[in-house]
């Protein structure tokens, strides 16, 4: 997985199943490339955690400090994996 963020700042990605139960997280900041190994086939979906204040989880912002929660989206497509196959993706990030 190679992922392309358009504005430097800190991410969390989350490779979840479709029924979205956590399988791997990472933390990055500038463009990366993720390899995941040793997948049970099957269908996943990645989710993007937009971290403004670095502290590698999602904030649910604050009401009376006028704070919102992190932005969070998801990526346009559900992964197949299959056995004993490779698949390799891209994702330019861009801050809706």
């Known amino acids: 997985l190679n992922l392309f963020p358009l504005n430097p700042q800190n991410y ?3 490779f979840m199943t479709e029924k979205e139960v956590l399988v791997e ?6 463009d990366t490339s993720i390899y995941i190994d040793n997948l049970d086939p099957g269908k996943y979906m990645l989710k993007l955690i937009y971290d403004d204040n670095g502290n590698h989880e999602w904030d ?37």
């Open 12 to 14: 969390i990605l989350q």
């Open 25 to 30: 997280e990472y933390y990055f900041a500038s």
């Open 60 to 96: 649910t912002g604050n009401y009376t400090e006028h704070l919102q929660p992190e932005k969070v989206t998801y990526y346009s497509k559900q992964l197949e994996i299959r056995g004993n196959w490779e698949i390799e993706e891209e994702w330019i990030i861009k801050k809706e």
